[in-house]
T-cell receptor, first 112, second 111 residues
């Protein structure tokens, strides 16, 4: 099966700084990598995803990069704002499966 | 509005009782899932269903049961056999692609 490692577990930044969260995966056949944001007491919301045929995808202040050779992908948030404070999860399905394995999450705290 | 509706939001269970968490979706998604989330932990898969009348065990199915009699509904029963049921439960659904969409979750507490 797939093994997904996510780092760091906690990330504290000042408003306006950039934040980077990194995930590694084990199955080289994995081809889809979503990122979710979970606010306290709510369900995770998909914020961005990337497929294995591209190396980078951007959506306003967030971007995801993928390095298939090294089997890692990262979430980049620029110009962080207090409302970005949440838990972020990465995920990857094992090759041949559509069911994702989730990382353990990163608690992002943006200080005003 | 289209989406995934979980109910109740908060549920208290006495030890030895079974409880059922409801999950309904109007997104016309084929697949549905149940995840468990403990504080500071990731999301662990309990059960999933790809089509009506079929479901598969996930990583932590012991002490849980599900049914999929209708495409839009996937209820989860937490049985008395589940020794540590207090957690946040998340229902999700997906179309044929990999993208999974989550409901707002249900908090279950054993009292």
């Amino acid at each position: 099966g797939e093994n997904v490692e996510q780092h760091p577990s906690t990330l504290s930044v000042q408003e306006g700084d950039s934040a980077v969260i990194k995930c590694t995966y084990s199955d080289s056949a994995s081809n889809y990598f979503p990122w979710y944001k979970q606010e306290l007491g709510k369900g995770p919301q998909l914020i961005i995803d990337i497929r294995s045929n591209v190396g980078e995808k951007k959506d306003q202040r967030i971007a995801v990069t993928l390095n298939k050779t090294a089997k890692h992908f990262s979430l980049h948030i620029t110009e962080t704002q207090p409302e970005d404070s949440a838990v972020y999860f990465c995920a990857a399905p094992a090759g041949g499966s559509y069911i994702p394995t989730f990382g353990r999450g990163t608690s992002l705290i943006v200080h005003p | 509005d289209g989406g995934i509706t979980q109910s109740p939001k908060y549920l208290f269970r006495k030890e030895g009782q079974n409880v059922t968490l409801s999950c309904e979706q109007n997104l016309n998604h084929d697949a549905m899932y149940w995840y468990r989330q403990d504080p500071g932990q990731g999301l662990r898969l309990i059960y999933y269903s790809q089509i009506v009348n079929d479901f598969q065990k996930g990583d932590i199915a012991e002490g849980y049961s599900v049914s999929r009699e209708k495409k839009e509904s996937f209820p989860l029963t937490v049985t008395s056999a589940q020794k540590n049921p207090t957690a946040f439960y998340l229902c999700a659904s997906s179309p044929t692609s990999n993208t999974i969409y989550f409901g707002e979750g249900s908090w279950l507490t054993v009292v």
